[in-house]
């Protein structure tokens, strides 16, 4: 389930953007002003988009945009001005788009889904804890080092990578990692999270859920 962070002041206009992404499938997280957002920001590592109001107390949008840019997040901007040349100067700050307050729910959920299709898209590289992985390469590494996995503990890996805090089940993973799950068996999966687990020290973090899969948490 992606996680949004809603930059807003107006509660009004915030609790009805969560209502929508909620109805969606998104987790949402509120914040009312720039620092708010900051703090938030800098200490929630799964955050997939924030939708950032320009006009907040504190600090503005444009502010905070500054500050989170080399986190590489995406962002929408969310403002009542129209003019051209905010547009523009959101767009340069590093923004992925921009919507003009009042705008329809189901605008606001077709740009976030573009967005995140895009970046997810475009991602060359995803990490967790100490562990990294190249998404062009292949490739993982742990502290530095390369760890040699099969072609399905490596899919295994950035699935769960993809999908943080979430519970998946063993269903879910065969469908994804093994694409037909008809002729495979569940212990597949089972023994493929052992391996995992061994390899890159993840025996604390990729927990059994019981009767249902494993969670990576972290």
């Not at 969560?18 to 009312?32: D, K, Q």
């Not at 023994?191 to 059994?208: A, M, P, S």
Request: charged share 30%; aromatic share 6%.
């Amino acid at each position: 389930m992606p996680k949004i962070l809603i930059v807003e002041d107006d509660q009004t206009i915030s609790k009805l953007i969560a209502a929508s992404l909620s109805i969606s499938g998104y987790e949402s997280i509120p914040c009312f002003d720039g620092e708010e957002a900051i703090h938030t920001i800098k200490n929630d590592p799964h955050i997939d988009l924030i939708l950032l109001d320009i006009m907040l107390p504190k600090m503005d949008g444009f502010q905070v945009m500054e500050s989170i840019r080399p986190l590489g997040i995406p962002v929408i901007f969310l403002t009542a001005m129209g003019d051209v040349s905010e547009r523009v100067k959101g767009l340069k700050s590093g923004a992925e788009d921009y919507i003009v307050k009042p705008f329809e729910p189901l605008e606001l959920l077709a740009r976030i889904e573009i967005v995140l299709r895009r970046f997810h898209r475009d991602r060359k590289s995803l990490e967790f804890k100490d562990i990294t992985v190249n998404l062009e390469e292949r490739s993982v590494r742990k502290d530095g080092t390369l760890v040699e996995l099969t072609p399905k503990e490596y899919e295994l890996l950035v699935l769960f990578l993809k999908h943080p805090n979430v519970a998946l089940t063993r269903d879910k993973i065969l469908d994804d990692v093994w694409e037909c799950s008809a002729n495979i068996e569940t212990r597949t999966v089972d023994n493929h999270v052992q391996r995992l687990r061994k390899k890159l020290g993840l025996e604390e973090c990729l927990k059994t859920v019981f009767k249902v899969g494993y969670r990576l948490e972290g």
